[in-house]
């Protein structure tokens, strides 16, 4: 399978995408991990997989995208927003200060619930028969609600 060029978006051109982050590094690392995402949609869309290799390519997308989410939900010298807090204490926040809506937050926290089964030695069920295409587009939508938040809050 030939993979298309320029389908991935460059990693400058990602990062215009972002909300204004104090840190360029975090602004860098956020738009290579951007291009994983999408490399595991085109995947997910593109690809005949089928079954349990398309679960995991999908929860992985979705554990990309948390993983980013958890990263934007950071903003040093915000009170609620310290790295010190846990991600729906911060997306709590993100409520109370207008940046995002409670749909939203429910939205952060159900692919931030995913994100946590990476680490398979905690879960108490199986991979199994867990994660579909639907899963993916929620989670795409839940990150653009947070930049969008974001981008109105901070530029």
């Not at 956020?30 to 999408?38: H, N």
């Not at 690809?47 to 390519?57: R, Y």
């Not at 993983?67 to 846990?86: A, D, M, N």
Request: proline share 3%; aromatic share 8%; with cysteine.
């Amino acid at each position: 399978v030939r993979f298309p060029r320029r389908y991935l978006l460059t990693a400058a051109a990602y990062r215009r995408l972002l909300p204004n982050l104090p840190q360029p590094l975090l602004a860098k690392n956020i738009s290579y991990a951007l291009m994983t995402a999408d490399l595991l949609a085109w995947l997910a869309i593109r690809t005949d997989l089928s079954g349990q290799a398309f679960e995991m390519i999908v929860k992985e997308g979705i554990c990309v995208l948390a993983s980013i989410c958890e990263s934007l939900t950071r903003r040093q010298g915000v009170r609620g927003l310290g790295k010190k807090k846990v991600f729906s204490e911060r997306t709590e926040t993100l409520v109370q200060m207008g940046v995002i809506s409670n749909e939203a937050k429910c939205a952060l926290d159900r692919i931030w619930e995913i994100r946590k089964r990476e680490h398979l030695s905690d879960l108490r069920d199986t991979d199994y028969n867990q994660y579909s295409r639907t899963d993916f587009n929620r989670a795409r939508a839940a990150y653009i609600q947070l930049v969008n938040g974001l981008k109105n809050r901070y530029g």
